[in-house]
């Protein structure tokens, strides 16, 4: 060991310029510029912008409570029961309250009809649809939108939980921007503390969604907005005929409004806080559906958005490009780097490889402090998190690409996405059928 | 309901002929629709024959005469001749048998001779509480008849839809529905005892039965709403009412979302669920709520507000069979009203007094009894909840006319008894005067002018009976 940090040290004095760019040429082209780089500009300029727009934004807030449009909230799910008591609650306490609550019970075998028609008769919810047979969560959701009444509509997840004034907060941008379609909400982990699994989780949200959502936005390349919470234009969400079968629906739903030639925008004081797995098996089972639906939808269903066509937009080409090359384009590159290393740099291999850590987490710990001040709202203090730091290397480095990589084999080679047990098969094999 | 307004319309104005017929001694009087009636032209005459082929003046006749307060009456022996094929078969407890023919009259005389016999082995005790001069009527009723069962019946001249022969025709159609409560009373009481035969629910405002049950709109409770099946488009996960796939040209289902035509159930399409849509608030809506609206009163309420009641086939005990013949003593569940000391005790109390007399010579005692004749007419009018605040009050005055040391107690029957300790005849009958002044006009004033009739009594308390002697003595006085 003291011979491996011995000739460790030895060549991180000796590396110089060139043979450090030949060994770490994927984290210095392709990841240091766009996640450290790009991304700490457009945060500044978006800082910037945010201070001397800030009139504006206090213009839009009093528009909304000018017009205090009717709200229509959905919450679809299924065994959701004992969530939806303390979700109520939680958007009695809200800021805005011109709003009407619809529960969907999509084929619920638990208590939750019970407690449903329970919170309806108490008055917690406006209405409560269930169906007998489970339809999966798009047919769900279609049927709150059916009912809803609201100007705007808001998708939340039954398990999460809604700052004050986060439904106040995911309308503003209507009344900010022109032309917005849609807007996400920040969402964050709440049970961090866990495990360890949650801790990296929760490190990962605070990159890629309340920061990386950010810049996407900034960027006008956002293209997802969390069904966990996201606020729609209801003339736009009819026009569109609402949700399209999942997995991946709230990708879908949003790459559908973007190529109406809406805007979509990210509200990060809008903030949700949700459960995300506690495990490692659970976590992967997760991501391998999240991670086939880029496949799915962005690869095959959207691919038109890629080519010249009569609504070819640039900002929704390079939203695509941007996302297939850094999830599918770069992922697979980065096989090569590891070939590379492994066969043209045999020797130092493990060498590197500490180095790599080394970096990472160095560039990680400045990230995240740095990232950190422009995040307004942080569910757990940066000190935290930073001991943690280091595994997010492996976590994110290693973990999470392998999974990428596996779901894309099996939505690649096997349309593994339409056999997922999370929707009915009796709408998947028609979603298979039709390649929507 | 509406045929039982009728009744009381017509009444008035009904004309009958009548005639006597004289048989062995006895006088069976005739009754026709045809002349004015009055119900004391009965009075002297042994046993009635009743024209029944007017029903509804069948049906009027019989409920006046049984529900008549006096023996004379309601005991009197009645027959039908001429009774119309749909007479109620509620009724048929209510009269005792039939007249076709003179060839009729020995078997009548029979019957009548019987009703006598046991007419005059009732005792006729004033002394009562509601519940036990209505039960005891009933009683009198079924013992001089012979019968041991008390059967209801189904019938639409009954508000709750059930009718119990006397019962129903002594308490009339504005307290009938307090029917089933006696009779629980009297159960209770262990007169008689019932066995199951239905459950009904009444309206928690009027008591009555007949109640029309909707299935209404949670927001509006109109019960304007129609019912459509959701329908799940499976390809394009649109689901939605069945009106939204509906063509109106072509008898087809498409969807409103992908315009594809809808084939196969289970195939490309299933029915999850049902929705309900309020024709009046426009509400959409899955539970319904039920409610049940009653034709009588009108009132409209969730079903679960209705009040459930069992309805019992009852047999008279021999308890019951005594109570109709020397009246129902005070049951040994005893009433308690607070700040009173309780029957029995006050007995103990008494007696003790009673041997304080004795050993020490002392003046004699004076025992006191206040009855409220009519009083169950106020409870009919304002409910049990109201009468025993009503008798609690009156009581709390009571006592606070008496001294601390006088003793002062209600027995089941409602009867206050009042012993005054060291005062003669004068001043417990001054007490006695006050109170029943302050009665008169507490319950005037207060119930709409209602006016009590007070019976009061006094005797005096020797050392040669017992205290129940003493009570029962009391109690015929009043």
């Not at chain 1, 098996?281 to 038109?304: E, G, Y």
């Not at chain 1, 000190?383 to 990428?404: A, K, N, Q, S, W």
């Not at chain 2, 005469?65 to 009197?76: A, D, G, P, V």
């Amino acid at each position: 060991m003291q011979d491996y940090l011995d000739n460790l040290i030895t060549y991180i004095f000796n590396i110089g310029t060139d043979r450090f760019v030949r060994v770490f040429w994927f984290f210095i082209i392709f990841e240091g510029v766009r996640y450290y780089i790009i991304d700490m500009f457009v945060l500044l300029c978006w800082k910037i912008k945010g201070y001397f727009q800030r009139d504006k934004f206090v213009v839009a807030k009093k528009s909304l409570w000018k017009e205090q449009p009717l709200i229509s909230i959905i919450i679809p799910g299924k065994n959701e029961g004992e969530h939806i008591y303390k979700l109520a609650i939680s958007l009695k306490e809200q800021t805005y309250q011109n709003f009407e609550i619809i529960v969907i019970d999509d084929g619920s075998d638990d208590l939750t009809p019970i407690i449903g028609a329970n919170l309806k008769n108490l008055g917690y919810i406006n209405m409560f649809i269930r169906n007998e047979v489970r339809g999966g969560k798009a047919s769900a959701a279609n049927l709150g939108m059916r009912y809803a009444k609201g100007k705007y509509i808001i998708h939340l997840d039954a398990d999460c939980s809604y700052d004050r004034d986060a439904i106040e907060n995911i309308l503003i941008p209507f009344y900010r921007y022109e032309n917005i379609g849609a807007v996400g909400g920040n969402v964050q982990v709440r049970n961090y503390d866990k495990s360890i699994c949650t801790r990296l989780q929760a490190i990962e949200y605070a990159n890629s969604i309340s920061i990386g959502r950010i810049v996407n936005s900034e960027l006008g390349i956002l293209r997802i907005i969390s069904g966990a919470f996201g606020a729609f234009r209801r003339d736009i969400l009819d026009r569109l005929g609402s949700w399209d079968i999942g997995p991946g629906l709230d990708g879908d739903i949003t790459v559908k409004i973007r190529k109406l030639g809406y805007r979509i925008k990210f509200a990060p004081d809008a903030v949700c806080q949700t459960s995300v797995p506690d495990t490692f098996t659970k976590l992967k089972k997760q991501r391998l559906r999240w991670d086939k639906s880029l496949i799915r939808f962005r690869v095959r269903k959207h691919k038109d958005v890629m080519f010249p066509n009569k609504n070819f937009r640039f900002s929704n080409f390079f939203s695509f490009a941007e996302n297939i090359t850094y999830n599918l384009i770069l992922n697979a590159k980065w096989y090569v780097y590891i070939m590379d290393i492994i066969f043209n740099i045999t020797s130092m291999i493990q060498i590197v490889f500490g180095l790599n850590i080394i970096i990472y987490t160095i560039s990680n710990i400045l990230k995240y402090i740095l990232f950190s001040m422009f995040r307004s709202r942080k569910n757990a203090p940066i000190t935290y998190f930073i001991p943690y730091l280091p595994l997010m290397v492996i976590y994110y480095g290693y973990f999470l690409r392998i999974v990428r990589t596996r779901a894309y084999l099996q939505e690649i080679f096997f349309r593994a996405s339409y056999d997922d047990s999370w929707n009915p098969q009796k709408s998947s094999k028609y979603a298979k059928l039709l390649r929507i | 309901m509406e045929k039982n307004r009728l009744f009381k319309k017509i009444t008035p104005l009904l004309k009958i002929d009548s005639a006597v017929i004289e048989f062995e001694k006895l006088n069976f009087k005739k009754i026709n629709v045809n002349k004015v009636w009055h119900i004391e032209q009965l009075i002297g005459y042994d046993a009635i024959i009743l024209d029944a082929s007017n029903l509804e003046f069948a049906r009027y006749f019989i409920n006046t005469i049984r529900s008549h307060h006096n023996t004379e009456y309601y005991l009197k022996p009645l027959f039908i001749y001429k009774p119309h094929p749909l007479l109620d078969i509620d009724l048929h407890n209510m009269y005792d048998g039939e007249y076709t023919s003179e060839k009729d009259l020995p078997e009548m005389k029979q019957i009548v001779w019987d009703i006598f016999l046991k007419t005059t082995e009732i005792e006729d005790v004033l002394s009562l509480s509601y519940e036990a001069q209505i039960i005891k009527r009933v009683l009198n009723y079924f013992y001089t008849r012979g019968i041991n069962e008390i059967y209801c019946t189904k019938s639409t001249f009954s508000n709750y839809g059930y009718v119990y022969p006397m019962l129903n025709a002594i308490l009339k159609e504005d307290g009938e529905s307090k029917g089933l409560d006696l009779l629980e009373w009297a159960e209770q009481e262990g007169l008689i005892t019932g066995k199951f035969h239905e459950r009904i629910y009444l309206c928690n405002k009027c008591s009555g039965g007949f109640l029309s049950f909707r299935e209404v709109c949670p927001s509006c409770h109109s019960s304007d709403s129609n019912t459509e099946d959701l329908v799940h488009h499976f390809p394009c996960a649109y689901i939605g009412p069945m009106s939204d796939f509906e063509d109106q040209y072509e008898n087809e289902l498409n969807c409103p979302k992908c315009n594809k035509n809808l084939r196969h159930i289970g195939v490309d399409y299933d029915k999850p669920s049902v929705i309900h849509h309020c024709n009046q608030c426009k509400a959409d809506f899955q539970d319904l709520l039920v409610h049940a609206k009653c034709i009588c009163c009108g009132v409209d309420t969730e079903v679960q507000f209705l009040i459930p009641k069992k309805v019992k086939k009852y047999e008279i005990m021999k308890k019951g069979k005594l109570a109709a013949i020397s009246g129902i003593l005070a049951s040994e569940s005893q009433k308690i009203i607070p700040n009173m000391i309780r029957f029995d005790t006050f007995k103990i109390m008494l007696q003790h007094e009673i041997y304080k007399v004795k050993y020490y010579k002392e003046s004699a005692l004076l025992l006191s009894g206040i009855h409220l004749n009519n009083l169950y007419e106020l409870q009919q009018k304002i409910g049990r909840h109201a009468y025993d605040r009503l008798i609690h009050d009156l009581l709390t005055e009571v006592k606070n006319m008496l001294k601390s040391i006088d003793l002062v107690s209600i027995d089941n029957d409602d009867t206050l008894f009042i012993t005054v300790l060291d005062a003669d005849i004068q001043e417990t009958n001054d007490i006695l005067l006050k109170i029943k002044t302050l009665f008169t006009v507490l319950i005037y004033d207060n119930f709409k002018k209602f006016e009590v009739d007070i019976k009061v009594a006094t005797i005096d308390i020797t050392t040669d009976n017992n205290i129940e002697d003493y009570i029962k003595l009391l109690k015929k006085e009043l």
